[in-house]
T-cell receptor
Framework: AAGVIQSPRHLIKEKRETATLKCYPI?????VYWYQQGPGQDPQFLIS???????DKGSIPDRFSAQQFSDYHSELNMSSLELGDSALYFC????????????FGSGTRLTVV | KQEVTQIPAALSVPEGENLVLNCSFT??????LQWFRQDPGKGLTSLLL?????REQTSGRLNASLDKSSGRSTLYIAASQPGDSATYLC????????????FGTGTRLKVLA
């Protein structure tokens, strides 16, 4: 069965650079969520999209932006990177009503040096 | 604001033991609850999903129960194996209309051979 695909798996950037993370949801899933997980921490919600519109916003820095495209894939754009942005970034997809819960991608490990 | 707590934070047991992981949430108005497993540096794998109308779900050696009125869920692992070593996270989504999971702090399990 198709899963949630995230790319790249690993990313190393320098401070003040820009990064773009991509997420391809499970076919027919209409909602995408982005989470950030720092070392030893639980995942923190960043932002979600339903039918290409932002549906909810969490603790996402102003330096970050995201969007969902017509094919339902989503991109998280991170600018002016800081050392504290180093984390695992997960994307999850679901049906809007969450009747089958979340399916997570394998994540992107971002390291800012 | 929903808060999710997991006890214990860490657990080390000999192989073969049956064990119980606990999850508590402060707002009982939940839509469903999902248990995940996370290996170090890896993505989150869904284990069990319990709808608010259900009392328990079973998959192999895993059994999850839900007591919505008391704000608690337990994950029971029978006959633990070294391969069960991982972090276990519970997450709840409320009925308030914001369709996102709030994660617990996780239980780090180590099963000793």
């Amino acid at each position: 069965a198709a899963g949630v695909i995230q790319s790249p798996r690993h990313l190393i950037k320098e401070k003040r650079e820009t990064a773009t993370l991509k997420c391809y949801p499970i076919p027919r899933h209409d909602t995408v969520y982005w989470y950030q997980q720092g070392p030893g921490q639980d995942p923190q919600f960043l932002i979600s999209f339903y039918e290409k519109m932002q549906s909810d916003k969490g603790s996402i820095p102003d330096r970050f932006s995201a969007q969902q495209f017509s094919d339902y894939h989503s991109e998280l754009n991170m600018s002016s990177l800081e050392l504290g942005d180093s984390a695992l970034y997960f994307c999850a997809s679901s049906l809007r009503d969450l009747v089958t819960g979340y399916t997570f991608g394998s994540g992107t490990r971002l390291t800012v040096v | 604001k929903q808060e999710v707590t997991q006890i214990p934070a860490a657990l080390s047991v000999p192989e073969g033991e049956n064990l119980v992981l606990n999850c508590s949430f402060t707002d009982s108005a939940i839509y469903n609850l999902q248990w995940f497993r996370q290996d170090p540096g890896k993505g989150l794998t869904s284990l069990l999903l319990i709808q608010s109308s259900q009392r328990e779900q079973t998959s192999g050696r895993l059994n999850a129960s839900l007591d919505k009125s008391s704000g608690r869920s337990t994950l029971y692992i029978a006959a633990s194996q070294p391969g069960d070593s991982a972090t276990y996270l519970c997450a709840v989504v409320g009925v308030s209309g914001t369709y996102k999971y709030i994660f617990g702090t996780g239980t780090r399990l180590k099963v000793l051979a």
